[in-house]
């Protein structure tokens, strides 16, 4: 099979475009907003810029974690699981 550059290139586009829509649908989500200001807050971000690059493979990493780094870098951490206190008895 011989796959042509500009396929390639043109998969890759759509891959990121379809992670971006991950993203901001999860963040819309967490942020209980609307998808305007979860898009305005993701492109907002330095991770937008850094997604749409390519830069280090960021894009490949999962929607889920790519939208709680949004939220961690603008300073609304992300909402998680109750942390068991037993699970190690030696932290407070």
Known sequence: ??????????????????????IVAILAKKMNATADEALLT????????KIEQGELGIQYLPAEYL??????RKGNPPHSPEKNPSANPDRK
């Open 67 to 72: 939208a709680d780094e949004v939220l961690k």
């Open 42 to 49: 993701y492109y907002e971000s330095d991770l937008a810029l």
């Open 1 to 22: 099979m011989n796959v042509s550059e500009n396929a390639v290139k043109s998969l890759g586009s759509f891959l990121i475009e379809r992670q971006e829509a991950d």
